[in-house]
């Protein structure tokens, strides 16, 4: 009997998505799925079990691959149907939401999934909220025995926002980073280390983009996952166990590299109390591009301003970078090849802020150059025109007063806005809305002429006061 030719039938993988009630599980998939399934259900609580087919290309494949995505309901009362779903899934998505914290649901779906002995990942959600706090989250979740990466554990996580996308699309394959092998050789499995930002080399790629398993020295390499942007030019180890990483980390000295710097000196430079500080957030497609820019912006200088990049960041301008700002702090926001969330528009439009993106280097270097002219203090120089003296108050009321004088110097003109000084010091300003010479009204009179003016002003005039007219130039 001739044996059956066997094939091999790609199955396409299951994820089930588990968590709190209300901490982003349908919301995750309305982003992935590009759909809106949360408006469509009751209270915006999922009450069933959901599957939705997605299609997915992976990296350096044309082929298209499905995965299908399970969306369990997250209230107590549907215990039994997570259960179902942990059961026929090859990986879990374990859902924890930044503002809220580990929470009854969290714990269930967590013994759900290490009952069922599938692998996990955990979402830190809601990053987005201004009540976030990520740490608290990793800490409650190392009470309740689940131990992230870097925190006593081997559970991947990432942090991401299911509402505005942030941390969520593929496409952009994580952060990702170009190096230079000096000695030595990478495979696949070790993990590189540059300062305090770490990479497996399970995704390595050749300057081909192709995958490879191993780099030799001199090869220009692409890592892609690492947890945070590492910095340009700096150098990187690698290691073969997450021990010798840790203890390396710990031991790193900061003060050799320039990373202090970048987090504190290059963000918050010291204001020297003399200039106006015009604040920047900078938001770019790569590293490489938010290091040339302000490279740009300290070209620019002026002795009465100067930039200062607050915040600066890889990627979309997003909902968490608008909401750092409030209406009046007047700051620039720019974004350089990259594009911005729905949310963080709509927030920009309600608060007043305006956006400014390029993609070519110097148009951006004229613009700010416009912004900075414009921005600046102006230095204001007060030049006396003329100066009168006067001999006698005719009438006044509590705005208006009209007066007789004489021109000491130089000229008094009409429709001009003019200092009243008494024993060499100013004691208001008023503005001149008539003015006569010898009864006939006149535009101006000069040095040595009498005259008769009517002054609006709520300081009150009295005979001996000196009034003058000046013009006032900003440079």
Same mark, same amino acid.
């Given at each position: 009997?001739? +044996? ?16 709190? $009630? ?9 982003? $992935? ?28 494949? =044309?082929?298209?691959? #499905? ?35 580990? +929470? ?9 999934? @290490? ?12 990053? %987005? ?7 608290? @989250? ?85 890592? $892609? ?17 997450? +021990? ?16 202090? %710097?970048?987090?504190?000196? %290059? ?6 109390? @003399? ?20 490279? &740009? ?14 915040? +600066? ?10 909401? @750092?700002?409030?209406?009046? &702090?007047? $700051? ?13 528009? =709509? ?11 390029? !993609? ?45 004088? *004489? ?7 009409? !429709? ?12 208001? *300003? ?6 006569? #010479? ?8 000069? &040095? ?7 002054? =609006? ?7 001996? !006061? ?10």
């Amino acid at each position: 009997m001739d +044996k059956k030719e066997e094939k091999s039938i790609t199955r396409p993988p299951v994820v089930v998505i588990m968590g709190h $009630i209300d901490h982003g599980k349908s919301t995750l998939l309305d982003y $992935i799925r590009k759909t809106n399934i949360v408006e469509g259900e009751l209270g915006g609580i999922t009450q069933h079990i959901s599957a939705y087919e997605v299609i997915h290309s992976p990296l350096n494949s =044309e082929q298209e691959k #499905k995965i299908t995505f399970i969306d369990t309901p997250g209230h107590e009362s549907f215990s039994k149907m997570r259960e179902r779903g942990a059961q026929i899934a090859d990986i879990a998505v374990l859902i924890v939401s930044a503002e809220d914290g580990v +929470k009854p649901q969290t714990i269930e779906a967590w013994k759900t999934i @290490t009952a069922n002995k599938i692998p996990c990942i955990v979402a830190i959600n809601k990053i %987005d909220k201004t009540n976030a706090n990520i740490q608290k @989250t990793k800490t409650e979740l190392a009470e309740n025995e689940i131990y992230l990466e870097n925190y006593g554990g081997k559970i991947p996580f990432v942090e991401i926002s299911a509402k505005n996308g942030t941390g969520v699309d593929d496409s952009k394959r994580g952060i990702q980073a170009t190096l230079i092998i000096k000695n030595g050789s990478l495979r696949k499995g070790m993990i590189v280390v540059v300062e305090d930002s770490v990479c497996s080399t399970n995704i390595m790629e050749n300057f081909l983009g192709k995958i490879i398993n191993e780099a030799a020295f001199s090869s220009p390499i692409r890592l $892609i996952g690492f947890d945070k942007m590492p910095r340009i030019g700096a150098e990187f180890k690698s290691f073969k166990t997450k +021990k010798e990483v840790e203890k390396y980390i710990r031991e790193f000295d900061f003060s050799r590299s320039d990373l202090g %710097d970048s987090k504190r000196s %290059d963000l918050f430079p010291p204001e020297d109390g @003399t200039k106006k500080i015009i604040p920047i957030i900078l938001k770019a497609d790569i590293a490489g591009s938010i290091e040339a820019i302000e490279k &740009e912006i300290n070209k620019i200088r002026n002795e009465n301003a100067e930039f200062k990049i607050v915040q +600066k960041g890889v990627g979309p301008i997003s909902e968490s970078d608008i909401k @750092t700002i409030s209406g009046g &702090e007047n $700051i620039l926001v720019i974004g350089f090849n990259v594009k911005i969330d729905k949310s963080a528009v =709509e927030l920009a439009d309600k608060r007043g802020i305006t956006i400014s993106f390029f !993609d070519i280097i110097y148009k951006m270097t004229e613009w700010l150059e416009g912004e900075m002219e414009k921005r600046r203090p102006r230095i204001e120089t007060i030049e006396t025109t003329g100066s009168s003296k006067v001999l006698k108050v005719f009438s006044h009321t509590k705005e208006r007063q009209i007066v007789g004088g *004489r021109v000491l110097k130089g000229r008094i003109v009409l !429709d001009k806005i003019v200092k009243i000084m008494r024993r060499d010091f100013e004691i208001g *300003r008023g503005r001149i809305v008539n003015l006569e #010479k010898a009864k006939m009204k006149v535009k101006e009179v000069e &040095e040595g002429t009498e005259f008769g003016m009517m002054i =609006e002003s709520k300081t009150e005039i009295v005979e001996g !006061d000196v009034i003058e007219s000046f013009n006032v130039t900003q440079k």
